[in-house]
């Protein structure tokens, strides 16, 4: 059985960005989280939250990486995916999305975004 368990719109204020005004005033940011566990049957068919991946987990990762300050928001989808890999076994593949709302790029952007993905195995 293929599932996916996703924690979408994580809404968070941080200080990341290239230039010196981004990381003392800070901006708003959005993270999608989307894991594939390895095996769910257990969940599904006992109700056992410890037979699953906890998305309460998934936002704790993600609100702690978010609040150490980086340049680029790559490097902070690489932190918060590192860390919910060293945390959370039973993990078969993980996509995330970090978006940079409303960017300092001289117009009107409405978000720009990165997006990371990994199958558990790959090089």
């Known amino acids: 059985?293929?599932?996916?368990i996703a924690v979408e719109g994580i809404r968070i204020y941080a200080h990341h960005g290239y230039y010196r005004e981004e990381q003392v005033l800070g901006?708003?940011?959005?993270?999608d989280i989307y894991v594939r566990p390895e095996d769910l049957r257990e969940a599904v068919e006992e109700d056992d939250l410890s037979a699953t991946v906890n998305y309460?987990?998934?936002?704790?990762?993600?609100?702690?990486?978010?609040?150490i300050n980086a340049h680029l928001i790559e490097h902070v989808a690489g932190r918060i995916m590192d860390h919910i890999l060293a945390e959370i076994t039973g993990i078969a593949h993980i996509r995330l999305r970090v978006s940079k709302l409303a960017p300092p790029v001289g117009g009107e952007v409405a978000r720009t975004y990165v997006e990371l993905e990994k199958s558990i195995g790959e090089l």
Do not use: H, N, P
Not at 27 to 31: A, D, F, K, N, P
């Open 56 to 67: 309460e987990q998934l936002y704790e990762i993600c609100k702690e990486e978010m609040a």
């Open 1 to 4: 059985m293929k599932s996916t």
């Open 27 to 31: 901006g708003w940011y959005l993270v």
